[in-house]
């Protein structure tokens, strides 16, 4: 987060899984660095009190379980209250997308959902995975990684957004990620490989 400020007025303030906040040493050097908690409420304060820009990783914990070595998913969906926020704060949403940071992993998933579950009930990940030399929890693979940004989705102030509106803006938010995937993916070298909101 604090790193944004070398490039902008605004601070970026990143989320993280509010179970992380908890963890005593942990949560001061999160807090201390200028994480929150990943909770409408605490986005809602960051943008409209503190006047300040949120940075989310929008799949969360739920995307950490849709592994694909054939395309890549995003669980994106379901994920209408980021939209609510922004339209309640009238903030933009810039979509970003990460190349190459799902093949630096082996995310194991087992087939009854039941660390997904667990995951959502501890409010943190339980995904066992695998990094370079195929270690348990080992060094992630080297693997080139290329962040893109996406035009901003302009997003009006409204204090009670209609569920039509909602929708609406939802569907412009996958619209660009799908579009800044299909733009950027052939240089770094997925021509194939395709994006499926799940």
Same mark, same amino acid.
């Given at each position: 987060?604090?790193?944004?400020?070398?490039?902008? &007025? /605004?601070?970026?303030?990143? /989320?993280?899984?509010?179970?992380?906040?908890?963890?005593?040493?942990?949560?001061?050097?999160? @807090?201390?660095?200028?994480?929150? *908690?990943?909770?409408?409420?605490?986005?809602?304060? /960051?943008?409209?009190?503190?006047?300040?820009?949120?940075?989310?990783?929008? &799949?969360?914990?739920? !995307?950490?379980?849709?592994?694909?070595?054939?395309?890549?998913?995003?669980?994106?969906?379901?994920?209408?209250?980021?939209?609510?926020?922004?339209? @309640?704060?009238?903030?933009?949403?810039? *979509?970003?997308?990460?190349?190459?940071?799902?093949?630096?992993?082996?995310?194991?998933? &087992?087939?009854?959902?039941?660390?997904?579950?667990?995951?959502?009930?501890? !409010?943190?990940?339980?995904?066992?995975?695998?990094?370079?030399?195929? #270690?348990?929890?080992?060094? *992630?693979?080297?693997?080139?990684?290329?962040?893109?940004?996406?035009?901003?989705?302009?997003?009006?102030?409204?204090?009670? *957004?209609?569920?039509?509106?909602?929708?609406?803006?939802?569907?412009?938010?996958? &619209?660009?990620?799908?579009?800044?995937?299909? /733009?950027?993916?052939?240089?770094? !070298? #997925?021509?194939?490989?395709?994006? @499926?909101?799940?």
């Amino acid at each position: 987060p604090m790193w944004s400020k070398l490039f902008n &007025d /605004t601070l970026c303030r990143w /989320t993280c899984a509010p179970v992380l906040l908890s963890i005593p040493i942990i949560s001061i050097f999160l @807090r201390n660095i200028g994480y929150i *908690p990943a909770k409408s409420s605490s986005i809602v304060e /960051t943008l409209t009190k503190k006047e300040q820009n949120v940075g989310i990783i929008l &799949d969360g914990i739920a !995307g950490m379980f849709q592994q694909s070595s054939k395309e890549e998913k995003a669980y994106l969906k379901k994920r209408l209250g980021i939209i609510k926020i922004a339209l @309640r704060s009238g903030a933009p949403i810039v *979509p970003v997308y990460g190349f190459g940071h799902t093949d630096m992993y082996t995310v194991v998933v &087992d087939p009854l959902g039941i660390l997904e579950k667990l995951s959502h009930m501890l !409010g943190a990940s339980l995904t066992p995975f695998f990094g370079r030399w195929m #270690w348990f929890l080992g060094p *992630p693979r080297r693997t080139p990684i290329s962040v893109v940004f996406g035009e901003p989705i302009v997003c009006p102030k409204v204090e009670e *957004p209609t569920k039509e509106m909602i929708v609406e803006y939802h569907q412009k938010m996958l &619209d660009a990620y799908e579009n800044l995937f299909e /733009t950027h993916k052939e240089a770094y !070298g #997925w021509k194939d490989k395709k994006l @499926r909101f799940v």
